[in-house]
């Protein structure tokens, strides 16, 4: 059973970091890339980040770009990502989501997801 | 503002039928398959459609997508209070090299 376990949420004070985690089990962890994935309190979804299988590729959404930092252990079936200089408009549940094919065009798992709060 | 556009919100009887758009450009839409997500409330978002019209296994068939040109759109037939939800369109966008999402359309089933 494909599992995808996120963890490292919290309260963090604006220009703050924090590093959350996703860890992944039931399938070959270093197949497939990976995305973070946020959704505001009350808003729809905005994709973050995504990472290739082996790390060789990587890609931001323009929000995000600079701030943060994707990375993947395929050893340890984790995916990562850094977050620098929060705002306050970077408070929201973030989920970590497999990429169905490779192609960026389906999501078939998503985790349930921890939520970031950016507030003084 | 999102790159692909949906309506808010759509709502029919149990039993009806509903159609979600999802219009996009060339670069997304118009160039690569599309998805469809159900996001109950208070859950994550559940993939329902990929690669257009296709269903993941589990995915009842009252559930379909279809696309043409640089729209697509999401069926769903038979409605059940429990289609109540908030559902999104997505696809990889190339000119952005990233992927792109719907605003999201609220379902109520009246």
Redo the contacts between chains.
């Keep these: 059973e494909v599992q995808l376990v996120e963890s490292g949420g919290g309260l963090v004070e604006p220009g703050g970091s924090l590093r959350l985690s996703c860890a992944a089990s039931g399938f070959i962890f270093s197949g497939y890339n990976m ?1 973070w ?1 946020r959704q505001a309190p009350g808003k ?4 973050v980040s ?1 990472i290739g299988g082996s790390g060789a590729y990587i ?3 323009d929000s995000v770009k600079g701030r943060f930092t994707i990375s993947r252990d395929n050893a340890k079936n984790s995916l990562y990502v850094q977050m620098n200089s929060l705002r306050a408009e970077d408070t929201a549940v973030y ?1 970590c989501v497999r990429d ?1 094919d490779n ?6 798992y ?4 921890t939520l970031v709060t950016v507030s003084s | 503002q999102s790159v692909l556009t949906q309506p808010p919100s759509v709502s029919a009887a149990p039993g009806q039928k509903v159609t979600i758009s999802c219009s996009g450009s060339s670069s997304n839409i118009g160039n690569n398959y599309v998805s469809w997500y159900q996001q109950l409330p208070g859950t994550a978002p559940k993939l329902l459609i990929y690669d257009n019209n296709k269903r993941p296994s589990g995915i009842p068939d009252r559930f379909s997508g279809s696309k043409s040109g640089t729209s697509a759109t999401l069926g769903i037939t038979g409605l059940q209070t429990g289609d109540e939800a908030d559902y999104y369109c997505g696809t990889w966008d190339s000119r952005l090299s990233g992927v792109v999402f719907g605003g999201g359309t609220k379902l109520t089933v009246l």
């Design positions: 995305n994935v729809g979804l905005e994709w995504s890609y931001y959404a989920y169905k192609t960026g065009t389906s999501h078939d998503w985790g349930r997801g």
